[in-house]
């Protein structure tokens, strides 16, 4: 029984291994899912027209431009789940269970839209180099165009919208931001639920609110580490 009881003491008396903790470099995620994204976005709109119902010459003269944007799509994403991961380790115990369900949920699901949009684009590129002719019977380009576009207008970038709408009221509630930061967040969501059908240009304040957004927390990740370099230099 004695050595049973000492056993336990010995146990309880060892440190408990500390919780992995994202690092502070992480931040840099949001940095690059934002210039990624721009680039792509800012390449597809110089090198594909915005009509949906246009004649697909795109394909014949900006193939090249266009492949090169559909590459940087998947890091992008990889970019764009380290930064979700990022705010949420941000949130930590602070996280409210509704609005962290919704600010998950349409991040990913904004980033599956993507992919898929994407991927019918390449597909789309492909097809083209292989049976040019083909590709034009039977409106199956005139189907795969408006699929993408109304995948990327009307649903991708409204996810996006959902995604800045409950990351701005977790940061209100819970101060991980600054509160200017946030209630941009709510003005350009406005903006994109109401002018995505409508305006390019509009899909690029995603990823600017986000590059906004990650700036800011590397700077204050960087200020807190400062401060407790201070500290530790003080003792």
């Known amino acids: 029984m004695k050595k049973d009881t000492a056993a336990t003491n010995d146990s309880d008396a060892r440190p408990m291994p500390a919780g992995l903790r994202t690092p502070r470099a992480a931040a840099i995620a949001g940095i690059v899912f934002s210039g990624l994204l721009i680039c792509s976005v800012w390449l597809l709109r110089l090198s594909v027209p915005a009509d949906p119902l246009e004649a697909g010459a795109w394909l014949q003269t900006s193939a090249r431009e266009v492949a090169l944007a559909l590459n940087l799509v998947p ?91 409950s990351a701005s009221t977790l940061a209100i509630r819970t101060h991980i931001t600054a509160r200017w930061i946030a209630l941009l967040g709510y003005i350009s969501a406005v903006s994109l639920l109401l002018g995505s059908d409508y305006f390019d240009r509009v899909l ?31 003792r």
Do not use: C
């Open 75 to 165: 890091f992008a994403g990889i970019a764009f789940m380290w930064f979700i991961g990022v705010l949420r380790d941000r949130l930590g115990t602070q996280e409210d269970q509704f609005f962290a369900t919704v600010f998950l949920g349409s991040g990913l699901l904004f980033l599956g839209m993507l992919f898929v949009a994407a991927a019918a684009t390449g597909g789309l590129v492909l097809a083209y180099s292989v049976q040019p002719k083909a590709l034009f019977d039977g409106g199956t380009f005139a189907f795969a165009r408006a699929f993408i576009f109304n995948l990327m207008h009307i649903y991708a970038f409204k996810m996006a919208a959902v995604f800045m709408i």
């Open 204 to 234: 690029l304040v995603f990823p600017a609110w986000v590059l906004l957004v990650s700036t800011y927390i590397l700077v204050d990740n960087l200020r807190g580490s400062s401060h407790m370099v201070r500290k530790d230099e003080e």
